[in-house]
């Protein structure tokens, strides 16, 4: 074999190797976008490049691998459904209140699945493996908690608030909170129409 066909294997065989790591590398990112959907996005404009941001979901696929999640009982699902069905209910009385409830019935479902509840990022974090497409209405559930602790928020907000929490309680719940056949009539419902929204008192 001549030096030239050597140095043709040889580049042959870079080349092929660089487009198999091309190849693993796309591979792995799709997984990733694909398991995280709008969180992959957020947490790549967060951190300095790409590789870091995919170094950090990799390494919350790790930790969330060590969790030991469990699923509710069919007694448990109905417990927080009807414990649910009573905050709406309540939310037209006492709104502010209300999300401040919806936050602590969300927390101790987090906690009976399995999910450390002590700091909310890393509470993300964890949620994010499973949970990642209703992660931006707990993020806004918890920023609008906020405000209403400082009294910024509107009968408006708390309204938003309680809808957003509704999207990762029914994600971890695995079915709507309120089956479609027991609601109460529309109107005493936080997440109800924009045409029905004079029927929730202001504040």
């Given at each position: 074999m001549s030096s030239t066909q050597v140095v043709v294997i040889v580049i042959v065989v870079a080349v092929i190797a660089a487009l198999v790591a091309v190849a693993v590398v796309a591979s792995r990112r799709r997984a990733l976008r694909e398991r995280f959907g709008p969180e992959y996005d957020?947490?790549?404009?967060?951190?300095?490049?790409?590789?870091?941001?995919?170094?950090?979901?990799?390494?919350?696929?790790?930790?969330?691998?060590?969790?030991?999640?469990?699923?509710?009982?069919?007694?448990?699902?109905?417990?927080?459904?009807?414990?649910?069905?009573?905050?709406?209910?309540?939310?037209?009385?006492?709104?502010?209140?209300?999300?401040?409830?919806?936050?602590?019935?969300?927390?101790?479902?987090?906690?009976?699945?399995?999910?450390?509840?002590?700091?909310?990022?890393?509470?993300?974090?964890?949620?994010?493996?499973?949970?990642?497409?209703?992660?931006?209405?707990?993020?806004?559930?918890?920023?609008?908690?906020?405000?209403?602790?400082?009294?910024?928020?509107?009968t408006e907000d708390l309204r938003q608030a309680l809808v957003h929490y509704r999207a990762l309680f029914a994600d971890l719940l695995g079915e709507e909170p309120v089956p479609t056949s027991t609601q109460q009539p529309e109107q005493r419902h936080p997440d109800h129409d924009h045409d029905h929204d004079h029927d929730v008192p202001s504040r």
């Open positions: 957020r947490v790549v404009a967060e951190q300095d490049s790409r590789s870091a941001a995919e170094r950090e979901l990799r390494e919350r696929e790790r930790r969330h691998a060590e969790l030991e999640l469990t699923p509710l009982s069919p007694e448990s699902r109905a417990r927080y459904a009807a414990a649910w069905e009573e905050l709406q209910v309540r939310f037209v009385d006492s709104p502010a209140e209300t999300v401040g409830e919806a936050d602590e019935l969300v927390s101790r479902l987090i906690a009976e699945r399995g999910y450390p509840t002590g700091d909310f990022s890393d509470q993300i974090a964890h949620l994010s493996v499973e949970h990642a497409r209703t992660l931006t209405h707990y993020r806004d559930a918890h920023e609008i908690r906020q405000r209403n602790e400082r009294g910024e928020a509107g």
